[in-house]
Nanobody, 119 residues
Framework: QVQLVESGGGLVQPGGSLRLSCSAS????????MNWYRQAPGKERDLVAS????????NYADSVKGRFTISRDNPKNTVYLQMNSLVPEDTAVYYC????????????WGQGTQVIVSS
């Protein structure tokens, strides 16, 4: 069965760093585009970063460009989001999402992990 499980969230001070992980199972991870989204209270869910199936191309929201890095380890079926120079505006629930590369082009979502950036 399909599972996407995020981990690594928590409370961090402004200027600090966190690394989020998303462990995937139940589908062909190595053929899937992987994405990180985030949603702050009262706000819509926004795309933060994406990475192609082979990891040869990445994209970032302007708000995180230069601070966040998305990466993947296909043998481990895991995608990461390294977050540096965190600011309070980064506070949100962060979600891992897969877009499968097969005929159906299915979307799978994780349950989310909370990130709070505060003094």
């Amino acid at each position: 069965q399909v599972q996407l499980v995020e981990s690594g969230g928590g409370l961090v001070q402004p200027g600090g760093s966190l690394r989020l992980s998303c462990s995937a199972s139940g589908f062909t991870f190595s053929s899937s585009t992987m994405n990180w989204y985030r949603q702050a209270p009262g706000k819509e869910r926004d795309l933060v970063a994406s990475i192609t199936s082979t990891g040869d191309s990445t994209n970032y929201a302007d708000s995180v460009k230069g601070r966040f890095t998305i990466s993947r380890d296909n043998p481990k079926n895991t995608v990461y989001l390294q977050m540096n120079s965190l600011v309070p505006e980064d506070t949100a629930v962060y979600y891992c999402k897969a877009l499968t590369g097969g005929r159906n082009r299915l979307h799978y979502w994780g349950q989310g992990t909370q990130v709070i950036v505060s003094s």
